[in-house]
């Protein structure tokens, strides 16, 4: 579904209804605090792998979107908050099945949490609709991340509190401070709705709004924006061959990055073939769901990322692009 005119929101007013109302749900579950944020919330930038100029305030300060460091989780029969087309993070690892609901993570990005003897960070950046999860363990130390109130091209900037080094998500590196350069090892997360999760993973456990803050979990902060042309910090060129929230499966292999648009796997029957980064894979991809996944040779899932289009091509500009063959059309 391309777009051939340029990526604005032709109504200036709705526009600015759309950022008032972030503003609003923001100040409101934030408070004064956001008074305090800081140009930097306090980190050194000095010596920094990308430009300063580049890193922005998001608005809150420094854990002014609380981490979640103490995970509580509920069986999947007692998750009666979530209805069907909620959308989860899926992670199963290690023979253990959790989800963590999107509706939650609007409000606080991170999850410190362990799977088995293993630190895992789950991480979502609501304005790049970005869920990714790592290994919480730098240089053979475990590490607890927080939210930085930063920005780097409109994705966020998570910190360590070990050594308050910035780490870029869509980067999966650190960009500043004592770790700066080392990377983060991603793992197979799910971006899928809470009706496809529970089905195949039945005894998965699910992250409980009994977070320990007081946050109205039913209300979502950024009301619209999954639909809006708007992108609200800089990111550089917008590439505008799709929508800018078009959704892509996004895959790095041997350093080569390639992007899958939803608009594209939709007029693919069952699944792609493919090569990246000379390594075959295969895509599946669930109209129904809005969801996807990428497997190996051997059968195994990859680690991918489901992103919004203009976030994918503003940290992998020059990415590979699939598209469906001509003659080809949505079933």
């Not at 600015?16 to 934030?30: A, E, K, R, T």
């Not at 590490?143 to 994705?155: N, P």
């Not at 109205?216 to 999954?226: E, I, L, W």
């Not at 990055?257 to 029957?269: I, M, N, Q, T």
Request: proline content about 8%.
């Amino acid at each position: 579904m391309r777009i051939p005119n340029p990526v604005l929101i032709r109504a200036p007013a709705a526009r600015w209804s759309i950022y008032l109302l972030v503003i609003f749900f923001v100040g409101y579950h934030f408070g004064s605090a956001l008074l305090y944020a800081g140009p930097t919330n306090g980190f050194d930038l000095g010596g920094a792998l990308v430009p300063q100029a580049d890193i922005h305030p998001g608005g809150p300060p420094r854990d002014g979107i609380p981490a979640i460091d103490h995970p509580r989780f509920v069986d999947a029969g007692r998750a009666d908050f979530l209805a069907p087309d909620d959308r989860v993070l899926g992670v199963d690892r290690h023979g253990i099945r959790r989800a963590y609901p999107v509706r939650i993570l609007n409000y606080h990005e991170i999850v410190n949490d362990r799977f088995g003897d293993e630190a895992v960070v789950v991480t979502y950046c609501p304005l790049c609709g970005t869920g990714m999860a790592f290994l919480a363990e730098v240089e053979g130390r475990p590490r607890s991340f927080g939210v930085s109130g930063l920005l780097y091209k409109s994705d966020m900037l998570l910190y360590d509190r070990e050594t308050q080094s910035l780490w870029s998500q869509l980067r999966r590196q650190a960009i500043s401070g004592p770790s700066r350069g080392a990377l983060l090892r991603q793992i197979v997360l799910e971006h899928t709705t809470w009706a496809d999760w529970s089905r195949r993973f039945p005894d998965t456990r699910v992250l409980s709004t009994r977070t320990g803050y007081r946050r109205d979990y039913s209300v979502s902060p950024y009301p619209g924006y999954a639909r809006s042309d708007a992108v609200y910090f800089p990111v550089g060129a917008i590439d505008r061959r799709y929508h800018p929230k078009e959704q892509v499966i996004g895959v790095t292999l041997n350093g080569v990055h390639k992007a899958y648009p939803f608009a594209e796997l939709s007029k693919a029957p069952g699944f792609v073939r493919d090569r990246v980064g000379g390594r075959a894979i295969r895509v599946f991809y669930d109209a129904g769901h809005r969801t996807g996944r990428v497997l190996g040779e051997d059968g195994g899932v990859l680690p991918s990322t489901i992103a919004y289009w203009f976030a994918w091509t503003a940290f992998h500009p020059g990415t590979l692009v699939w598209q469906a063959p001509q003659g080809t059309s949505s079933p």
